[in-house]
């Protein structure tokens, strides 16, 4: 027997990954797994945002603290 992908290439219906919830719906579950795919891609850029965002507003601090130390 060879790989599982080409086993469920022949057996669609046998793959996990084309159900939707307990429906067999390969187009589903497709947009399913690139919805949840995006939001892991935009959650991603948010929290580098907001960790760029902080580390700025530290080193403004930190700033502020040197002139006001003068």
Do not use: C, I
């Not at 497709?30 to 960790?51: D, G, N, P, Y």
Request: aromatic letters at 8%; zero cysteines.
């Amino acid at each position: 027997m060879g790989e599982w992908s080409d086993y469920f290439e022949d057996f669609p219906e046998e793959n996990p990954a084309n159900y939707v919830g307990n429906r067999f719906d390969p187009q589903g579950a497709a947009a399913l797994h690139a919805q949840e795919a995006k939001v892991a891609r935009e959650s991603a850029e948010l929290r580098a945002t907001v960790k760029r965002m902080a580390e700025e507003g530290r080193l403004r601090a930190l700033e502020k603290q040197k002139q006001a130390a003068k």
